[in-house]
Every structure is written in C-alpha cells, then in structure tokens.
C-alpha cells in the first residue's frame, strides 16, 4: 500500500545548551515519513524528542542539521520557506497538550477560532467570521452558546475543542497534535480521539500523533515510531508493532501499557531496561515489509 | 471485624455565591489495614473532595458531616488542634503533581528530615539520617546517599514522585491517600510507581486509598474498586468483580470508552450528555439523563447501593427483581489463571 509522502523528515538533529558546556541531544539524525492521510504516531518516554521533533515539523524549532520536506518544500531552508510562506503557515496546524496555555484567556472563543483566518486574510467561506467559527464548534462538536465565552468558562474538554476547531479553520492537510489528550478525562478522550478518527476517515486529513498512552496509540494509528534518546529504535504499522514487538526497548514500553484487566496485570512483570545500553548505534533493518528495527551492525533481527 | 477506616454517610458541600455545591453526597466505605482501594470517577465527580474530607484539607467554605471512624473513634468532630497530630501520623497524602509537592529551594534529604523530625522533635542527629537514607531506600531511589543532598529539580519526574512518598511515609502512616499519583507520569514510570504503591502496602502493611480517572491504571494496584458519579458511590467491589462482572451502566460507560478493549475499527463509546452540576443535583438517579439503559424509575426515585454478593454493591434499579435483564455491552474477558 503505498501512497504519496506528505512529509519526510531526513537526519534530523538538535540539541539544547543547558550550559557553555553541557548539553542534550534532543534529536539525533531522526529520519521518519507522514504519508498523505496517514496517522503517524510517535512514541517514547518523556524527554525521548517526541515534542522536539513535533516543533521541528511546524518550523517552532529549527534542527541544527538535516532537512524536512513538506509537499516537496525544504522547511528548514529560509529561502524555500519564504517562498512558500503561505502555504507552510496555513496547511499545517498544531494542538498543543494544555489548552489552558495554548488559548489566550483574554479573548472569546468566537475570536480565537477565527484569528488565525484574520490573519492569513482569508475570505470566509460562510459569509462572517463569527458564521466560521460556529460552523467549526459544530463540527468539533460544541454548541454555538460557547461562541460568547472566555476559556476560562469552559471545561478541560471543551477547552480542547475550541484548540481543535482553531486548528480545522485553516482547513489544514497536516495536523501536528502534541499530546492532545493527556489532560482530559477518559470519556472525553474517547470523543476527541473519535472526532481524529472522522477528520482522517471523512477528509483525508494527516496527523503526527503524539502520545504517552500507547492503548490511545494503538487505537489511532496507523504507523507507529518509537522513539529512544532522540533516535528512532523502531517503526512498523501500528498492530504490526503492538503484536510483535522487537527492540528491547519497544518490548518495555508495551510491558508497562496499562489494561483495565486486573488478574492480568497483577502477574504481568515489567521488562527493565537500561536506556544507556540499549541506545544502540546500528542501522534500521527491515524485518518485515514496513517493520523496521534498530540493530547493531552485522547482526540480523 | 472493626475497619481501620470507615467513613459514614460522608456530605462534603461547598458554599458558593452560586450556592451549595454538594461535591459528596452520602458516601460510606471502609478501608481494612494492607489494602489498596481505588475510587475511579470523571473529573468532578468529588473524588478528589472525599480525600480531602478525610485529610480535613478543605477549604474555609466548605463543610463536611458524617462521621469519619478510624479504630472505632470518629475524628469529625476532632478540632484543627488534634487533626493536626493525626496528619501524617495516621493519615498523608500523595498529590499528582510532585514538582509542586515538593519545596525548589531545599534538598530532597532535608525535606524527608523535616518531615520525621515534626513527628519526633526529639530525634537524634544520627538517627535521622539514618530514617532519612531508609525512607528513600523503602521508596527504592538508588544510591541514596548521593541522591539525598540534591534538589528536586536534579530528579525526574518518577523520582520526584518517589521522594514524595517517602515524605508521605515519614511519620509511619497507616492509611496513605493518593489523588492520582502516575497522572503526570510516563507509561514505564507509572508502572513502576503503582508497582512501589503495591510492595510498600506489602512491606508495611498500609492502606491506601488510590484516586484515578483511568480503570485502565488502577487494574494493576487495586484490590478493591469504587466508581463514583455526582458525589456518590455507584459501585463498589472488588478489582475482579468489577472489571469482569460490572453491574452498574455508568461503570460500562467507563470500561467501554477505553481505547484497549475498543475492537477493530469501531469508534470508542462516549458518554452522552455531561455530568449534572452538583449545586441542584437532579431527582432519581443522576446518571439516568446519560444512560441508555435508563428505567422510568431511575428518574423517580434515587437506587439505594444493591447487593450483588456480600463485597459486590452497585447502585442502580437494574439489580432489582422486577427489572428487565440486560445483557451487560461490555466486561473484560477473564484471562487464563
């Protein structure tokens, strides 16, 4: 099933100074590729790059080496970006984890859906503005008396959507959500991730997932990296993955995926590991059409 | 058999310029020595309320009734005075966010001392470092001697979550709260956090009472579950009663919106509609207006907690002889063992 590339992100590397000497290395030459109506998740612990990788896809942070393509254009190279300005602003949109944060609490919903229309000058289709953004709390599902209120009359759900449909105005063809759900309560992940799974199904819309709840995941997605120190250490379609995990690393992250089954879990053991040794240098080999691993040079998987 | 801990018809209310916000409304539970009850519930559903209840961490506007027996002595009417040396000593609390828990300015080390040396004032300068060193060991931080001088900031997040349980165990509680402890946590470490919940209940024989919003996490720990909706108890079992034989439609509700028991393709269940606000909650049951499976009843008049077996209660008219059988849509399907 091969479909055409949305975006491919090519050895990207990036790392913080903490000090004049000390720093970490937050990407290392991580390479990985969103087909067009695909949803790719990334997965891994905290401080693994997953966030890094996901602000260097919608250009928030720039990796200090390597190159990622969007629809054909170098993102990372000023000039292409320039050139392609509106297109790169526009079809790509972000959700962020905290709608606290990530929505001004000094202007109403109604505004913040519509800002970022008013500033690419885009004619809106229904007429107004405001006409815009009731079209979009419906279809993220939010009643239209929301339009008038601040953020901080909303729920932690409610607030997500409002984040959503300011993301769906723009009617993007990438859509980078950071994990959109790890906030919320269990029902109200379950309408978030439905309305996910409809925007893909109903209008070929791509996504970079990003999640620490692998059964969400494993649920959403359709491809899944898993991302160790910056690398990625695996990559397989995401029942592929979950079923047949083969990196060690991979194999202790499914270890501690929580189930709501008690027996099960009381005598499933963790797998330990020591992120320091199996931070493996090595290449990605195909074990399967579309399952990669990373293995130590010379050994097979 | 007298209960370390037994809370009865618990009222925790709020007193607002919007008026009275009925966060608890009538909960009784007891809590034996070496088990880990979990309450499991929405986001206000006054899960986080009864904690505070118990703890007495309420804030000026909020009044509590019922009595809360531990031993066989009710301590609601205990004044601050008294409350204060039961804190810590008898009851502490784990809070979900550890950086906020913990104080930036001061070592790891001093903070666990601090909190041994309230309790006993008189404590050796020796024997304090040595509580300290085997607190952080019970709580399994590696190489405590080094870890002990560093600050919170030095430590990751399931580390900081340890060293908020060595606080909490300072004092040698018997009954340990925990308002959703691996929430801010990464998968592997919320494991290892609920593994540490479960081999300190081994080791020393504490209870806990572990708030989630997730039946996915709390399988691993939990002996007994609770669900709570609009400040009630509308369930209660234990884990395996629950998870493979829930009763109530609101505890289906939960188990059918998690992503791992979704099958194939199928979009995850939602409940409908919102939880009711708890200032006028509504007659009859307050999950009827969400719940399918609703009878005429349900708006009627409120289900009393029905017995299934003698630990097995759930709180719906279903249960009652004269209504109709309902194939649960839902239970997770009991695997080998």
């Known amino acids: 099933m091969e479909s055409e590339i949305l975006l491919s992100a090519q050895n990207i590397s ?105 500033i690419a000058h885009m004619a809106p289709k229904r007429g107004t503005y405001r006409k815009e953004a009731a079209f979009q709390m419906k279809y993220v599902g939010l009643d239209e008396i929301y339009l008038d209120k601040y953020p901080a009359e909303l729920s932690g759900g409610q607030r997500q959507r409002v984040a959503i449909a300011r993301a769906l105005c723009m ?11 790890a906030s919320l309560d269990v029902s109200i992940q379950a309408q978030i991730v439905n309305l996910f799974r409809h925007l893909q199904d109903e209008h070929g819309f791509s996504f970079l997932f990003i999640a620490h709840d692998l059964s969400m995941v494993r649920y959403l997605c359709d491809r899944v990296g898993v991302l160790l120190r910056g690398k990625l250490v695996e990559e397989a379609p995401s029942e592929e993955l979950f079923q047949n995990p083969q990196h060690p690393y991979t194999k202790a992250l499914l270890s501690a995926m929580p189930l709501p089954d008690p027996i099960r879990e009381r005598n499933r053991k ?10 493996s240098q090595g290449v990605m080999r195909e074990v399967s059409p579309g399952h990669f691993v990373r293995t130590e040079g010379g050994e097979t998987a | 058999m007298e209960h370390l801990l037994a809370l009865q018809n618990l009222h925790v209310s709020y007193h607002t310029p919007r008026g009275t916000v009925q966060a608890v409304r009538g909960v009784d539970l007891t809590l034996d020595s070496g088990e880990v009850l979990a309450v499991v519930g929405e986001s206000g559903c006054g899960k986080s309320a009864l904690l505070k209840a118990i703890m007495r961490l309420l804030p000026e506007n909020a009044s509590v009734t019922g009595r809360i027996v531990v031993n066989g002595t009710d301590i609601a009417p205990y004044p ?53 060193l085997e607190l952080m060991e019970l709580v399994e931080i590696d190489r405590p001697m080094e870890r002990m001088k560093l600050y919170p900031h030095n430590f990751s997040g399931g580390m900081r979550q340890r060293a908020v349980m060595a606080i909490a165990l300072a004092a040698r509680a018997k009954i340990l709260l925990a308002d959703e402890p691996t929430t801010a946590l990464d998968v592997t470490i919320q494991a290892q956090i609920l593994d540490l919940l479960r081999n300190l209940q081994k080791k020393l024989h504490t209870a806990t009472i572990l708030v989630s919003h997730d039946l996915g996490v709390v ?31 609101y505890t289906w509700a939960l188990l059918r919106a998690l992503p791992a028991l979704a099958t194939g393709g199928d979009a995850l269940y939602t409940i409908p509609g919102m939880p009711p606000t708890l200032i006028d909650p509504p007659k009859g049951d307050a999950f009827a207006c969400r719940n399918e499976y609703a009878l005429a009843i349900d708006y009627e008049k409120e289900p009393p907690l029905l017995r299934v077996t003698d630990t097995h209660y759930a709180a719906t008219w279903l249960l009652d002889p004269r209504a109709p059988r309902i194939t649960p849509p839902i239970g997770v399907r009991r695997h080998g063992i």
């Open chain 2, 219 to 249: 399988a691993r720990a939990a002996d007994r579950v609770a669900v709570m909706y609009a400040g009630k108890i509308v369930e209660i079992g234990t884990a395996e009663e629950v998870y493979y034989d829930p009763r109530h439609p």
């Open chain 2, 80 to 132: 601050e005075k008294q409350l204060q040396k039961l804190r810590g000593s008898l009851f502490s609390m784990v809070f979900q966010d550890p950086m906020t828990a913990l104080n930036p300015s001061m070592t790891i080390g001093s903070q666990i001392a601090e909190a041994i040396v309230v309790h006993e004032p008189k404590i050796s300068k020796e024997a304090l470092r040595a509580r300290v």
């Open chain 1, 270 to 279: 963790l797998i330990p590991f020591d992120a320091d040794t199996l931070c």
């Open chain 1, 171 to 181: 009617e993007p063809e990438l859509l980078v959500a950071d994990e959109p759900v």
């Open chain 1, 14 to 118: 990036h790392s913080f100074y903490l000090s004049k000497t000390a720093s970490v290395r937050a990407l290392d030459k991580l390479s990985f590729e969103i087909r067009r109506g695909e949803i790719y998740g990334l997965v891994g612990e905290s401080g693994s790059g997953k966030s890094t990788a996901a602000r260097c896809v919608m250009n928030l942070v720039k990796p200090q080496s390597g190159h990622i393509f969007y629809e054909g254009v170098d993102i990372t190279d000023p000039k292409q970006f320039g050139a392609n300005k509106r297109l790169l602003q526009t079809s790509r949109q972000m959700i962020f984890q905290d709608s606290t944060s990530s929505l001004n609490g000094r202007m109403k919903v109604a505004d913040i859906i519509a800002e970022p229309m008013r």
